[in-house]
């Protein structure tokens, strides 16, 4: 259960909208139990979906050769039956805990992940895009639970820090496990203009991500500490990213430093907010 779900992974796109939540609630409650339990379940419910779709595809490539539904571990009718089981529920749950906008959000979630962007990364890399939108959802739900308002300038760019470090923790991804998605017959970037070019199209990326956080601090006005908390972090990521933009080191697990890299930076920017909105 916990692979053909990708439990790990499922929950940390919960926690994106738990600790977005807390970036601006003044007197955190319970309230954000079940919007979070929703996106949860429906994270675990849409991941289980996405593998009965791309069974075949799976079994491609080395990364996903063991997801149950290849090994045959789970039977399809099994597979189906968790799946939209888990979907119901976070409907339910979603719908119970804010109304239209639930349904609206699971809906959005649905068509957006399991058939624009499923079906799209067959036949375009311009589908990394499309699923990008994917990692705004969770925050929004964190955000509105929390009484901020849909038209806030902070939800602004932090919806945009989430949605542009989206597209190089994917490309990142796609270095470290090398040719396993030409091998499913995936169209990626790195097809297109190369390794190296892929490399400095991320750095490039990564630089824009840093100023996206840059701006975030002003809008949320930060205090003294956290500006000099994010210049550091800052450094080491632009320097981080010279280091792609170079090209003078690859592999796998240069890739990987550099993924955890990106995910650390982005993390510890929003734990800044929380941060400064309980000083």
């Known amino acids: 259960m916990i692979q053909f779900t990708r439990f790990y992974l499922s929950l940390a796109v919960s926690l994106s909208g738990l600790l977005t939540y807390f970036t601006i609630a003044q007197t955190p409650s319970f309230e954000i139990f079940f919007p979070w339990l929703g996106v949860l379940l429906l994270a675990l419910g849409t991941s289980a979906l996405n593998q009965i779709q791309e069974r075949e595809f799976d079994a491609k490539m080395l990364r996903t050769s063991k997801r149950p539904l290849v090994t045959k571990a789970i039977s399809l009718p099994q597979a189906y039956t968790i799946s939209l089981s888990l979907i119901s529920f976070s409907i339910f749950i979603l719908y119970y805990s804010m109304a239209l906008n639930g349904i609206f959000f699971a809906i959005f979630t649905i068509i957006t992940y399991n058939i624009i962007y499923t079906y799209m990364k067959r036949v375009s890399y311009w589908a990394l895009i499309v699923g990008s939108f994917l990692g705004v959802v969770a925050p929004m739900i964190g955000w509105i639970v929390a009484g901020g308002s849909v038209y806030d300038t902070r939800l602004f760019v932090l919806l945009l820090l989430f949605f542009m470090w989206q597209v190089p923790h994917f490309w990142l991804l796609m270095l470290m496990n090398g040719d396993d998605y030409k091998q499913a017959g995936f169209p990626t970037l790195k097809d297109k203009i190369g390794e190296l070019g892929l490399m400095r199209v991320i750095a490039i990326w990564c630089y824009l991500i840093i100023m996206i956080a840059g701006v975030m601090q002003v809008e949320f006005d930060v205090s003294f500490g956290i500006w000099v908390a994010f210049i550091i972090i800052s450094i080491y990521m632009a320097y981080s990213s010279f280091l792609l933009l170079s ?33």
């Open 247 to 279: 090209g003078q080191k690859k592999g796998d697990k240069f890739f990987k430093i550099k993924f955890m890299e990106l995910n650390t930076f982005v993390l510890l920017n929003v734990i800044f907010l929380i941060i400064n909105n309980f000083i």
